[in-house]
């Protein structure tokens, strides 16, 4: 006789947070609060607030359709690190009530049932401590438990503000199924075949026969036709906690010198970066946040050309404080001198904060593997002194004081230069702008001297009189004498001349269009020049060294 072992199925205790992405966007002050707010991924919705429901905004709904419903929606772009990151607060609070929690993503978790039933009693006991913790957190949460974690996930989603627990009893996940969509499985192929079958619905799923599921839909089939009949063969695996990489300082009282608290600070830098070294990792990208005592924020993200020092962490800091505006403390503004210099004996700290600093914050945005990082046998060389010089530069000038050039995108030659200060990152999307076509531009080669403004020149006909162009781009008269310095008496002869190309910008812009034509010209001294006439004046853009 042979005895046959039947598993009891694990019972799942699933956390749902709706509309995480729009939470979460909210949390990170992406989006304000109690306004038509959405998501977006793709140009269509993935996440929208009440307000925004209230007005005919749904998920799936084209950007601009949902515009259209509803004139004053606020929207950004879906960010996956900002949802996990804001995510990592409601993760912890809920290990401090139920260890044992599985990420199924930002905004869903999963957890063992049993263990958490036998600590507080019951399974209802144990979610409603889950949605105490949520609510702790200021974030609404549903809860469902059932035999499985896909039957657990449809019923937390099945639930609704007034009443966010359902318990399924044992044994009765595949009857709750029976009338959802095949659509909740996730497989949009899958649920596009078995709708064109007449398979509308999970019970209908279900009811196929195992064999003829895996012989017309393989291994994928098997899986969904599992889920559909509340045998999801996924257990709950509970995550490692990672290990607390970021490190805060409070002050009591708060500080309102910056050689007080870069000094305070020191400390703190080193541990920060002992601790990312411990676990074999350098930061390259670092967020710091400076809270002040009236609860007020000022958060920044800073990147390094090689990896954070306890001495960059500091000074970080520094620059933080003195990019941001005066602060103005009971009508009277906190010692704009010293704010503008950042640092000075019995200095302020002018981080447009209303009260003395009374935390600040790391967060290692990004880490990477210290083996990366780690030095030659004989050293760097040449590249290691040239950091080192920067750096330290860097350090005494201020955080704008040593800038690299970056190509951006643009027609005029100033457009396409940008300053970017050493070890920061490029700005969002300045290498898509560079490789895009931008009719209008010069051609290669390009000048080799590009001025920071444009400097007022002359170019004048035989009779000494401006060079003027017709309403069909044309020169009314060619050009005899160039003066670089504006003025006739100092007049060169113009040796060659090409031109001119009309430059029409923003047309449908009265601020920033751009009616221009540029000319080239070599002058009697062999110097090359790529000027621009607007309506009036002629300009010298820049100079074919």
């Known amino acids: ?21 729009l939470v979460a966007a909210r949390l990170a002050d992406a989006l304000p609060p109690d306004v038509p707010a959405a998501v977006i991924g793709q140009g269509v919705i993935a996440a929208c607030s009440a307000e ?66 036998r600590y507080y009693g019951s399974e209802e006991a144990a979610a409603g401590a889950v949605l105490e913790s ?47 969509p095949v659509e909740v499985l996730g497989q949009p192929k899958l649920a596009s075949l078995l709708k064109r079958l007449g398979i509308l619905t999970l019970g209908s799923f279900a009811n196929l026969p195992v064999a003829d599921v895996r012989a017309r839909f393989g291994a994928a089939g098997i899986t969904a036709h599992a889920l559909a009949s509340g045998q999801d063969p996924r257990r709950v695996i509970p995550r490692t906690p990672p290990r607390k990489l970021d490190q805060r300082a409070e002050f009591e009282p708060g500080l309102d010198r910056v050689d007080q608290l870069a000094f305070q600070l020191r400390a703190t830098a080193d541990t920060f970066v002992a601790g990312l070294q411990t676990e074999g990792l350098v930061c390259t990208e670092l967020k710091v946040l400076i809270t002040d005592e009236a609860g007020s924020r000022s958060d920044r993200t800073w990147g390094h050309p090689r990896h954070f020092t306890a001495s960059d962490v500091v000074d970080r800091v520094r620059w933080q404080l003195q990019s941001q505006p005066p602060a103005q ?173 009309p430059l029409r910008q923003r047309w449908w812009d009265a601020d920033h269009r751009l009616e221009a034509d540029r000319f080239q010209l070599v002058d009697g001294n062999g110097e090359g020049w790529l000027l621009l006439l607007d309506e009036q004046n002629w300009w010298a853009e820049a100079r074919y060294d």
């Open 1 to 21: 006789m042979m005895l046959v072992r039947v598993e009891t199925p694990v019972r799942a205790l699933v956390t749902w947070f709706p509309d995480w992405p």
């Open 52 to 117: 925004a429901r209230a007005e005919g905004v749904v998920r799936g709904l084209r950007l601009r359709e949902a515009q259209t419903r509803c004139t004053g929606l606020v929207v950004c772009a879906v960010d996956p690190v900002r949802d996990a990151r804001e995510f990592e607060p409601v993760l912890l609070s809920l290990e401090e009530r139920t260890p044992g929690v599985e990420v199924l993503r930002p905004g869903l978790c999963a957890i063992r049932a049993r263990g958490a039933a």
């Open 134 to 180: 949520a609510d702790r957190l200021g974030v609404e949460a549903r809860v469902g438990i059932a035999d499985s974690v896909f039957a657990a996930e449809q019923a937390a989603r099945s639930t609704s503000e007034l009443s966010p627990l359902l318990v399924l009893q044992p044994g009765s996940s595949r009857d709750f199924l029976s009338p959802f």
């Open 329 to 501: 403390a009971n009508g009277k503004a906190i010692n704009r001198e010293m704010a503008n210099s950042g640092m000075n004996d019995g200095g302020t700290t002018g981080a447009g904060l209303s009260s003395p600093v009374a935390g600040v914050e790391f967060v290692p945005v990004r880490v990477d593997s210290i083996a990366h990082h780690g030095r030659a046998l004989f050293g760097d060389g040449a590249e290691e002194q040239i950091h080192h010089g920067l750096s330290r530069i860097q350090s005494m000038l201020g955080h704008e004081a040593v800038v690299v050039p970056a190509i951006s995108g643009g027609r005029l030659l100033a457009e396409r230069r940008r300053l970017v200060p050493w070890g920061d990152a490029l700005p969002t999307g300045t290498a898509a702008l560079a490789s895009r076509p931008w009719p209008g531009r010069i051609p290669d080669p390009q000048p080799a001297t590009v001025f920071a403004s444009l400097i007022p020149v002359l170019l004048l006909d035989a009779n000494k009189e401006k060079v003027r162009t017709d309403h069909r781009g044309g020169l009314l008269a060619p050009p005899m004498w160039f003066c670089p310095s504006g003025d006739p008496a100092r007049r060169r002869l113009v040796a060659q001349w090409a031109g001119p190309w």
